[in-house]
């Protein structure tokens, strides 16, 4: 029996999430999450947050502290993070933040051109070649062929292979995930990240209920936006 992984996560720290830190992590335990990464958009508290729960009850899956950050060119991931980083730097200025704090580059949704978060192509490709980490499953992705294309990035820039639900409500944590024979540290990460199998493609189904997660997660902002909490 292999150990799941889940590694791109929202509580409600970010702007358009809903569930609690407690929240998240009792619905990952109970989709099977062994290890998660909680990635806010901009944010570290709910990263924080999280990793205190973690280890106070090891019922709960092992947390990775990340972040979500929102670069001049688009969004990248900074995982095993020790504290936040600021938004709007370059992509190569993040990077360098990210591996100042001994952290692993995270590239999420490399080619899903239905979101405005995603970089630019010459970005992805560039970023690619210095990147630790490249995720081909995303929870939320309309369109098979964005994974497929993520899959030969990794491919040609030899990055390993991630896998996220980007989840942001109850429904979507666990969908997507990669399996490895052991729980890494920080330290084994990468080593064993070599290992490690994504979930297979999304089918009919899956692509139908991320439509709807995005809509509503589109909802969810213009409601925060109008009445802020």
């Known amino acids: 029996m292999g150990f799941r992984l889940d590694l791109h996560n929202h509580t409600n720290v970010s702007t358009d999430g809903l569930l609690s830190p407690r929240q998240l992590l009792e619905r990952a335990g109970a989709r099977?999450?062994?290890?998660?990464?909680?990635?806010?958009?901009?944010?570290?508290?709910?990263?924080?947050?999280?990793?205190?729960?973690?280890?106070?009850?090891?019922?709960?899956?092992?947390?990775?502290?990340?972040?979500?950050?929102?670069?001049?060119?688009?969004?990248?991931?900074?995982?095993?993070?020790?504290?936040?980083?600021?938004?709007?730097?370059?992509?190569e200025q993040t990077t360098a933040s990210i591996q100042a704090q001994g952290g692993i580059v995270y590239l999420p949704?490399?080619?899903?051109?239905?979101?405005?978060?995603?970089?630019?192509?010459?970005?992805?490709?560039?970023?690619?070649?210095?990147?630790?980490?490249?995720?081909?499953?995303?929870?939320?992705?309309?369109?098979?062929?964005?994974?497929?294309?993520?899959?030969?990035?990794?491919?040609?820039?030899?990055?390993?292979?991630?896998?996220g639900s980007d989840a942001h409500y109850a429904g979507e944590v666990g969908r997507v995930y990669v399996e490895l024979t052991e729980l890494p540290s920080r330290t084994t990460f990468l080593r064993l990240m070599r290992l490690a199998r994504p979930v297979p493609e999304a089918g009919l189904r899956d692509t139908l209920l991320s439509r709807g997660y995005r809509l509503r997660t589109g909802a969810n902002k213009a409601r925060r936006f109008i009445h802020p909490v």
Request: aromatic share 4%; net charge negative.
């Open 32 to 91: 099977g999450i062994d290890l998660i990464g909680v990635t806010d958009h901009d944010e570290f508290a709910g990263a924080e947050e999280c990793v205190r729960m973690s280890q106070e009850d090891p019922r709960l899956p092992r947390v990775i502290a990340g972040q979500e950050i929102t670069t001049s060119c688009g969004e990248l991931i900074g995982l095993y993070l020790t504290e936040r980083i600021p938004e709007g730097l370059s992509p």
């Open 109 to 163: 949704h490399p080619y899903d051109t239905h979101r405005r978060s995603t970089m630019g192509r010459q970005h992805v490709e560039q970023l690619a070649l210095s990147c630790d980490v490249i995720e081909v499953r995303n929870g939320r992705i309309l369109d098979p062929a964005f994974d497929r294309q993520a899959l030969a990035l990794a491919a040609r820039s030899g990055a390993l292979l991630g896998a």
